[in-house]
């Protein structure tokens, strides 16, 4: 989308989803999820709304939505605790037609990248798996062979993927790093919507609780560290739909410096906000009555999916490394203009 009216549209659908999670989602949702639950009502929901297929091309059935626009999806999303997999079934969609092959119609399409567990892999209809090289295969869910993942922070259903079938179809991606890069950028999109979420709930609590006969947000101490923190969550947000035009502007492989650094600004943010929303809080933010440990559980968990920020910083230092000296700030310029190198 671009210009005044992509703009008004992309609001419409920002404001849908938006509503949509307000009134079907919440924290009795997100619990439901860490048991195993699958939200199949809201499924329903936002397969009307024809998001699952939104990345797709329009020719393979889909919206042909771009990626800055799928980040503002995803960043509601975050908001929200991500209460199920849409992030990654948008992206699998994306990826399959990037590799030219059509995706099903209907039915959640699980997301398996190479060492990745596999959000709700259980419960996919088909499974769009990526390999390192950048090969692309469909499976039907109902063949593949799962292992349960154990351990994730966030408590969200995961897989690992044990063994596949004969997949339906294959294709291959562009480029290797596709795939990898869509996986960094819904993460770091989702944790700059979790901490949006964290920080206002942070900012509420400070006016309510009081302390020494005011509220706490009244003492100039804790009013810097939430301004930390509001600085890192704005921080997340600009890097993720920095990255998301970049990806629209030069394609997603050629997309990995900004994706990169999104997911470096959006895990240094998960880090250092999640730290100050919980002091605001103190002891009672971690009680399982309480729902901020919903979004920052969420949070550090995704800070570590797609590679973690001394994964992609070392990335972005290499390739810098390779490029030489003198071609760094050309470079650095040449990305507002559409192009680039690294």
């Known amino acids: 989308m671009a210009g005044d009216a992509d703009e008004g549209l992309r609001g419409i659908l920002i404001e849908q989803v938006d509503r949509l999670l307000a009134d079907s989602a919440g924290p009795a949702v997100l619990r439901a999820a860490e048991r195993g639950e699958w939200p199949e009502t809201l499924w329903a929901e936002v397969e009307a709304l024809g998001l699952p297929l939104a990345l797709a091309p329009e020719a393979m059935g889909g919206a042909g939505l771009g990626w800055e626009d799928a980040v503002a999806v995803w960043q509601v999303l975050g908001r929200h605790g991500a209460p199920l997999p849409?992030?990654?079934?948008?992206?699998a969609a994306a990826l399959l037609g990037l590799a030219g092959i059509e995706p099903p119609p209907a039915g959640f399409i699980a997301l398996a990248l190479p060492g990745e567990a596999v959000a709700?892999?259980?419960r996919a209809g088909h499974v769009a798996a990526v390999d390192e090289g950048g090969q692309v295969a469909l499976h039907d869910g109902a063949g593949v062979e799962w292992?349960?993942?154990?351990?994730?922070i966030s408590r969200e259903p995961a897989d690992r993927t044990a063994a596949f079938g004969t997949p339906l179809r294959t294709g291959r991606l562009p480029g290797a790093e596709a795939a990898r890069n869509a996986g960094a950028l819904l993460h770091a999109?989702?944790?700059a919507g979790a901490l949006e979420a964290a920080l206002d709930m942070a900012?509420?609590?400070a006016t309510v609780r009081k302390q020494f006969g005011r509220p706490i947000g009244a003492f100039q101490a804790v009013q810097q560290q939430l301004a930390v923190c509001a600085s890192e969550a704005a921080a997340a947000a600009v890097a993720a739909a920095a990255a998301g035009r970049a990806a629209d502007r030069r394609g997603l492989e050629d997309a990995g410096f900004e994706i990169g650094s999104a997911k470096v600004v959006a895990g240094e943010a998960a880090g250092t906000g999640g730290s100050i929303v919980h002091q605001v809080f103190a002891a009672i933010g971690f009680?399982?009555?309480?729902?901020?440990?919903?979004?920052?559980?969420?949070?550090?968990?995704?800070?570590?999916?797609?590679?973690a920020e001394r994964v992609w910083a070392r990335r972005i230092g290499e390739a810098a490394l390779a490029r030489g000296g003198d071609a760094l700030w050309p470079d650095l310029t040449a990305r507002n203009e559409g192009r680039g190198n690294a």
């Open 189 to 191: 999109a989702l944790i």
């Open 86 to 91: 849409l992030a990654h079934g948008m992206a």
């Open 120 to 122: 709700w892999g259980r």
């Open 203 to 205: 900012v509420e609590y």
């Open 287 to 307: 009680t399982d009555d309480h729902p901020l440990h919903l979004f920052t559980r969420r949070m550090w968990s995704w800070r570590d999916a797609a590679g």
């Open 147 to 152: 292992r349960r993942a154990e351990g994730a």
